[in-house]
């Protein structure tokens, strides 16, 4: 008797996470997202706390944005007054439930000619207070061009390293909050003198940015 009471309350378990799956894959599908207010991020400021925006902005040729299917992104270039430098990216997705999502830099980058080495995990600190969050960070080299890129996925309110957990998230949020929107955010800084001065400015600029970024990519 206690074999099948315990059979009994297993499958009782697992038709009710069946259920509420499938409750929560209706609401993934049909529901309305809620619309939120954010600036276009041509509108992105040129100037960030001791960095200026070097040259025009950049674009992706009509096959790399049709890849990345972003609803609206920003590549620019800044240069702080001691001759650093950090290239800046950001992709925005307004909604992720129609299939386009941001890509992560460990697909896109090695079918470019990149190899990615000494993968870690750092610490931003935002300057204005807002919760210290975690970026990749990766050692990416093509040919005798080598560069530190650090990378992580924002969105209402989140700044995550995991692509599997901003995944996760998106769902949660678009159940809770009925928002799915978010973006993956990049920098890269290029490895002349050392790779510890190339982090200290790729960290040095993320904190800067943070800040920034939540008129463009809404909490």
């Known amino acids: ?84 430098v950090a290239s800046f990216y950001v992709g925005y997705y307004a909604t992720q439930r129609n299939g386009a999502t941001y890509h992560s830099p460990l697909n896109c980058l090695p079918g470019n000619g990149w190899s990615m080495s000494e993968p870690a995990l750092m610490l931003i600190k935002p300057v204005d207070g807002r919760p210290a969050f975690e970026a990749n960070r990766y050692l990416i080299q093509s040919g005798r061009d080598k560069q530190l890129m650090i990378y992580w996925y924002q969105g209402r309110g989140r700044a995550v390293a995991s692509e599997y957990w901003g995944k996760i998230y998106t769902v949660v949020d678009s159940l809770r909050r009925r928002r799915s929107d978010g973006s993956m955010v990049r920098i890269t800084v290029p490895v002349a003198d050392s790779e510890s001065a190339a982090i200290e400015t790729a960290g040095r600029f993320a904190a800067d940015v943070s800040t920034v970024l939540p008129a463009y990519v809404p909490d």
Do not use: H
């Open 1 to 84: 008797m206690g074999y099948s009471l315990n059979n009994s309350w297993r499958f009782g378990l697992l038709l009710a996470v069946i259920l509420l799956g499938g409750i929560g894959v209706n609401a993934w599908e049909y529901g309305d997202e809620a619309k939120v207010q954010r600036s276009e991020l041509k509108n992105f400021p040129k100037n960030v706390a001791s960095w200026e925006q070097i040259g025009a902005d950049e674009r992706f040729d009509a096959a790399t944005e049709g890849v990345l299917r972003a609803d609206d992104y920003l590549l620019r270039n800044y240069r702080m007054g001691d001759g650093k």
